[in-house]
């Protein structure tokens, strides 16, 4: 049977369809395919596309949203590694390159699998804010006639962490989520995470990703609600409960910050859309 051969994967509630390289037709719009690979209805359905190929002794992977546009994922790395092990090429580490990154992954027990993720920045020309913005942390701001503690940072992607002391209303996450994701604050755009405190070292999130919409997991998403967790309390780890399962965020060297968590392979086919 002709077609495209596809592997599905999953971590904390984040699915992605993975195509290897060597599968792809030569010159193929990935955004263009991405669109319909990952379309619920028409497609296979998912939360982005993955493409993988070995590389040496590590692997490379990118990741394009629904909507076609290319991000950093850590639960695409997550995933992706997960692959690379699959095939027979990774043991207890491997380096993943991604977006001009060297990721290093590491497998633990029980199926846990740690992703070093880039140091955190608050830095408006890191995030990026558009010109003249201000660093955005811990500010008071009212979007959508609600009123907001918000903070921006990157953590190989761009977030809005909304600061709250309990879950939004499905009426403000609804109506904000898409207005912070597209505000002039954010010229590439931004994933907007609204985030509350179960305990001193557990939070839990809910999840607006930019190109996606609603997720039930973000990895980088977590990793930047950590971020301004640490920067506002002297602790170095915590647990990030997302919609979809757990992370583990800690800090790791030189303030670099790592991910854990879980993630499995679903099922294989072959995309017959081509």
């Not at 580490?93 to 027990?109: P, Q």
């Not at 010109?131 to 959508?144: H, K, L, S």
């Not at 992607?157 to 879950?167: F, K």
């Not at 898409?178 to 609204?194: A, C, D, K, Q």
């Amino acid at each position: 049977m002709n077609g495209l051969p596809f592997s599905k994967y999953v971590s904390i509630g984040n699915d992605f369809v993975l195509v290897e390289e060597k599968d792809l037709p030569v010159g193929a719009d990935l955004g263009e395919l991405a669109k319909r690979m990952c379309a619920r209805n028409f497609g296979i359905g998912s939360d982005g596309l993955l493409t993988w190929a070995p590389e040496g002794d590590a692997a490379r992977m990118r990741m394009f949203n629904p909507d076609g546009t290319e991000d950093f994922c850590g639960n695409g790395l997550r995933c992706a590694a997960l692959h690379t092990k699959r095939q027979g090429l990774a043991d207890k580490k491997l380096m993943v390159v991604h977006l001009g990154r060297d990721v290093d992954i590491a497998f633990g027990l029980g199926g846990w699998i740690d992703v070093g993720l880039p140091q955190p920045s608050f830095e408006p020309a890191d995030v990026p804010l558009a010109a003249g913005v201000d660093e955005i942390f811990d500010r008071e701001v009212v979007i959508e006639g609600v009123p907001l503690r918000l903070c921006a940072t990157i953590v190989g992607s761009t977030h809005a962490v909304v600061l709250g002391d309990g879950p939004p209303s499905e009426g403000d996450f609804q109506k904000v989520s898409p207005v912070l994701e597209h505000h002039e604050w954010f010229p590439e755009r931004t994933s907007v995470i609204w985030s509350w405190p179960l305990a001193h070292n557990k939070l839990r999130v809910r999840i607006w990703e930019r190109g996606a919409g609603e997720t039930l997991g973000c990895g980088t998403g977590s990793a930047a609600t950590a971020a301004c967790w640490f920067r506002m309390h002297p602790i170095l780890a915590v647990e990030v409960h997302n919609p979809g399962g757990e992370c583990a965020v800690a800090v790791g060297p030189g303030g670099t910050l790592v991910a854990s968590a879980k993630a499995r392979h679903v099922y294989s086919g072959k995309w017959l859309g081509m």
